[in-house]
Nanobody, 122 residues
């Protein structure tokens, strides 16, 4: 069973930092793309950062230079995907989700869980 469990969100002031974690299981991470999405109130879900199966990273323009995605392979069964978020802005406030799928993440195969709430106060 594919599982992706997000954590690490919270309340932070403008300019602060947070690190989100996503523990994955049920699939071979190295075979797929994986990324972090977010949905702000009243907006569509958007992809903010992704890692392709060859290790390339890609970021939305709105987070480029501030967010960093990375992965750690702990064993064959579970892996962790991190999103380091620095210089946070109020417009980064959203529920953050991770998911996996094709390289560009135009198709994902995980369920959209509860995500983790990030709130940036001004």
């Amino acid at each position: 069973e594919v599982q992706l469990v997000e954590s690490g969100g919270g309340l932070v002031q403008t300019g602060g930092s947070l690190r989100l974690s996503c523990v994955t299981s049920g699939f071979i991470l190295a075979d797929y793309g994986i990324g972090w999405f977010r949905r702000a109130p009243g907006k569509e879900r958007e992809l903010v950062a992704r890692v392709t199966n060859d290790g390339s990273t890609n970021y939305a323009d709105s987070v480029k230079g501030r967010f960093t995605i990375s992965t750690i392979s702990r064993d064959g069964a579970k892996n962790t995907v991190y999103l380091q978020m620095n210089s946070l802005k109020p417009e980064d406030t959203a529920v953050y989700y991770c998911n996996a799928g094709n390289s560009r993440l135009t198709v994902v195969f995980g369920s959209w869980g509860q995500g983790t709430q990030v709130t940036v106060s001004s």
